[in-house]
């Protein structure tokens, strides 16, 4: 233990592969793993499981090609994307539901880490920013769904306010009177048409 420790004023430096201690050690381990796999040497072992293992990294990390879309996908042009489509209000209730349901399927199907081989994939910080990042894309779609609807119902509030003022304007005279008068028979009309 006294050899362990170490004066305040002594500074830590890193170890070199070629330092005596060090290769005495990788000798001395070197031996115990080929006199237990005598048939082959246990560093191409060893390497082959973690090319084995980085294959199947790689083909779990491409299953997940779908969600990079979204990564990129930028919130501002994605609205404006949409805006450019006309994309109805319907249309855009369905892309904000597909947002949460992916939001939801990705908090299923992502571990917190995956096992593979020698490595431990620690994949929580992918799943949260997937997570964050559909939020982010339906919460802009539900933005501009508000204003989109809130701009349908100014424009009908100002059409059913002029058809209001015109049906409680005064009449001077008669022939006011029978132009109000056919005037108000196409009212029920414009109202159908406004709903």
Not at 122 to 151: C, M, N, P, S, W
Not at 163 to 187: F, H, P, S
Request: hydrophobic share 35%.
């Amino acid at each position: 233990m006294k050899k362990l420790l170490y004066k305040p004023d002594d500074k830590l430096e890193s170890v070199v592969n070629s330092e005596p201690q060090i290769s005495n050690w990788k000798k001395k381990n070197r031996y115990r793993c080929c006199s237990q796999f005598p048939d082959r040497l246990h560093h191409s072992v060893f390497i082959s499981g973690i090319n084995r293992a980085i294959i199947v990294s790689v083909a779990y990390a491409r299953s997940y090609n779908e969600t990079l879309k979204a990564f990129k996908e930028d919130q501002i042009n994605y609205v404006k994307k949409l805006a450019r489509a006309k994309a109805t209000c319907d249309q855009l209730k369905d892309i904000i539901e597909m947002h949460y349901s992916e939001k939801e399927r990705l908090l299923d199907v992502i571990p917190l880490y995956i096992d593979i081989g020698p490595f431990r994939l620690i994949t929580e910080g992918v799943r949260t920013a997937a997570v964050r990042k559909h939020e982010q894309l339906a919460d802009a779609v539900l933005d501009h769904f508000y204003d989109k609807l809130r701009q349908k119902m100014e424009t009908l509030n100002d059409q059913f306010l002029v058809l209001l003022d015109r049906v409680e304007q005064t009449t001077g005279n008669i022939e006011d009177m029978l132009e109000k008068k056919v005037w108000c028979r196409t009212v029920p009309n414009k109202i159908e048409r406004l709903e």
